[in-house]
Antibody, heavy 122, light 111 residues
Framework: VQLEESGPGLLKPSGTLSLTCVFS?????????WNWIRQSPGTGLEWIGE???????KYNPSLRTRARLSVDKSNYKSTLTLSSVTAADTAIYYC????????????????WGQGTLVTVSS | EFVLTQSPGTLSLSPGERATLSCRAS???????LSWYQQKPGQAPRLLIY???SRATGIPDRFSGSGSGTDFTLTISRLELEDFAVYFC?????????????FGGGTKVEI
């Protein structure tokens, strides 16, 4: 499976960030969770949330009020929306896959997309 | 709050030497949910080890993972030039009030 993120690159404070992760090489019906992670020099790697192709979602409690995940099975993509952005949301945003049912075996994030840089600045 | 602390922050070694990286958890971790990743500049993290000690597909056997409870180790037996990178440990699981995945701060292995 391959994942590719895309986004606006630059947006202004208080705006809403919308990022897309397109995945290929595997059936959308497979039992997978599509994760979003971000990385910034100041805070390192931070897990944002994950969505299953069934629509089940889990969020990082620290971002739950601002983050929204969705999945478009027809177009093999996941979308992350983050509202009320500030400079602290400046980061490289990644999507990554985790296998469904992994909690009974071993959960890990593999593979990752190449990431997309988002800068929040006026 | 669940925390993964990696040490050292930077490891300066030469090709052919052995690298030992530490990951310490603030609470007991299920070994099957502890993984290690390699990240090179400008690239996404790549899975190396899952389940604390199992190598991911295509990972050379000079990489090995061990540990249990709160202390985990990634060992690179003989460093090759391509191994100089940043390494992260990651834990899955936790309470409903914590993130599902928690990341360590990373260890940079430099020449």
């Amino acid at each position: 499976v391959q994942l590719e993120e895309s986004g606006p690159g630059l947006l202004k404070p208080s705006g809403t960030l919308s990022l897309t992760c397109v995945f290929s090489g595997e059936s959308i019906s497979n039992d997978n969770w599509w994760n979003w992670i971000r990385q910034s020099p100041g805070t390192g790697l931070e897990w944002i949330g994950e969505i299953h192709n069934s629509g089940a979602i889990k969020y990082n409690p620290s971002l739950r009020t601002r983050a929204r995940l969705s999945v478009d099975k027809s177009n093999y993509k996941s979308t992350l929306t983050l509202s009320s952005v500030t400079a602290a949301d400046t980061a490289i945003y990644y999507c990554a896959k985790a296998k469904g049912g992994c909690s009974a075996n071993s959960c890990s994030l593999d593979p990752w997309g190449q990431g997309t840089l988002v800068t929040v600045s006026s | 709050e669940f925390v993964l602390t990696q040490s050292p922050g930077t490891l300066s070694l030469s090709p052919g030497e052995r690298a030992t990286l530490s990951c310490r958890a603030s609470q007991t971790v299920h070994s099957r949910h502890l993984s290690w990743y390699q990240q090179k500049p400008g690239q996404a993290p790549r899975l190396l080890i899952y389940g604390a000690s199992s190598r991911a597909t295509g990972i050379p056997d000079r990489f090995s993972g061990s540990g249990s409870g709160t202390d985990f180790t990634l060992t690179i037996s003989r460093l090759e030039l391509e191994d100089f990178a940043v390494y992260f440990c990651v834990q899955y699981g936790g309470s409903p009030d914590s993130p599902l995945y928690t990341f360590g701060g990373g260890t940079k292995v430099e020449i």
